[in-house]
């Protein structure tokens, strides 16, 4: 790869608090660095936390004396570069990623980017805060225990947790290795899925990466999402409102509440530091910490020092256990599609989170430590702005696997909140298709009379999650008329050579493949389905009459239409 010259401008720790957007930054580049490669995500710019490695630029993790050089990039930002992304710099981070909060590094605490006062969330703080402000289109997080999700969830942007091993992890400083991922932050769905479709993939040199088959159907228009039966918001009445609207929104989306046993993946939550499996957290920097542990930040250092504690038979125990658990919360998904949880239960100031790091560092993973535990995906994103201005986020989680119908349900939910992306006035663009989501099996149908939008059938369409594509015209190849004792009143179409009819304003409306037999099994005789031709040649399934049924019919042709004719009756 052919890389564009760079001037490179690192800021000294001493530095760090010169300003609130300085404190997102470690390394910036001037200009970026950018490959000379055109592709998928040519003319967006990205950074990447501290952690990931980019060829020439020190590698931190937020601790200046454990720094190193690499000479090559970590597997990532390669795919990045070589489909035309530009890396902008490199983001503060809670100290190794062990944080949920971005106030434990010694860079800086990195603010919120709606009120300088609270935390941006953490470890993947910086990240978060300069996609929320726009500074750069996407960045790059790690995920351990929630640090691609809660700090999407305190700024309103998504955060998109892949499944684990599914983008690599090479050339990355793990928190926990075993079950930390690469995440993505961006102000929109779709561009997380951009980044998502290039990132994804087996690498041999990740020794956790593996071949993932994700699941390709939609998500389905109705279904079923899980509730935590016991719901904790540390007494944050504007965040407990908020899910009980978030709950609301999901329902007008199409979906059912089903209330779900949360003891098993809280239990699993509170062992990620609680019991033996915390010795993956010292493992990833061993050498490093036996020899300089006073290089180390409290209270990472005493979070660090409990893995050394553990026996291996403690550790095996551990693992036990949380196959147990997992085993227990499996139940679940025979009752659900996606389970729904606050992305954050709370927001704190940075005062508060300093005066008393572990206990609310450990309120705002309440409802993210076991994700990665219990090997699920996850996708936060925004859903409302509380009145105190402070955003307020939900996270759809699912199975292994099931990546692209999180991001398809959370585009849905996203883009009917009528938010604005990140902490600026955009409004959110149109919505894209899911990439790796096989188009929906749909059937166009083209109605002519008691169907019609505002008419006696209609229903008939919407229960049916049917939606109008738009109003145009037969070719002139047709003749209307009135059917005489039918209830509701109803028109028949009938073909007729060409010349003799005129044009008859239909509507079309696309319905799900699915619904099209029961919809089909409603429509009275003389009625059918057969295929129109519409005034611009193409042809779609659609309603015909029977020559015979039009004894004692009325011909109202010259209205152009139903919806014509049934105003002249009303004057």
Known sequence: MVLSQTEISTRQPEDALLNANDAAWITQLKPFLTSQQKGSLAGLSFAVKDNIDVSGLPTTAACAPFAYTPTQHATVVSRLLQVGASLKGKTNLDQFACGLNGTRSPYGAVPNAFNSSYVSGGSSAGSAYVVAKQEVDFALGTDTAGSGRVPAGLNNIVGLKPSRGLVSAAGVVPAAQNVDCVSIFATTVSTAVQVLEVLAGFDEADPFSRSLVLKDSPFPESFTFGIPNQ?????????????????????????????????????????????????????????FFDQHPEDVIEPVKSILRSGQSFSAADYCQAETKLMALKQTAQKMWTSIDVLLVPTAPTHYTINEMQANPIELNKNLGHYTNFVNLFDYAALSVPSEI?????????????????????????????????LMQGATHHPLPAPEPIAGLKPKATVQVAVVGAHLSGMP???????????????????????????????????????????????????????????????????????????????????????????LALEGATNISHFGGWRAYIASLQT
């Not at 402070?390 to 009528?418: E, K, N």
Request: proline fraction near 8%; hydrophobic fraction near 40%; include cysteine.
């Open 231 to 287: 719901l904790e918001f540390f007494g944050d009445t504007w965040a407990q409102a908020g899910f009980s609207r978030a709950i609301e929104h999901m329902k007008r989306l199409g979906g059912q509440p089903v209330w779900v046993n949360y003891s098993p993946l809280a239990e699993a939550a509170s062992m990620l530091y609680g019991s033996a499996l915390v010795a993956w957290r010292y493992a990833a920097i061993r050498d």
């Open 386 to 418: 509380r009145p105190d201005q402070l955003p307020f986020g939900i996270t759809l989680v699912g199975p292994a696997g099931s990546d692209w119908q999180l991001a398809d349900l959370g585009q849905r939910y996203h883009h009917s909140t009528g």
């Open 457 to 547: 059938l209609n229903q008939q369409l919407t229960e049916r999650k049917s939606r109008l594509i738009k109003t145009t015209q037969t070719s002139d190849c047709y003749q209307l008329f009135a059917l005489p004792n039918s209830t509701p009143p109803k028109p028949g179409l009938l073909r007729v050579p060409s010349g003799s009819g005129r044009a008859i304003e239909v509507e079309i409306w696309e319905m799900p493949a699915s619904a099209y037999g029961s919809f089909v099994a409603l429509i009275p005789a003389p009625l059918g389905i057969g295929t129109l031709q519409l005034a611009d040649g193409t042809s779609v399934q659609g309603f015909l009459c029977e020559p």
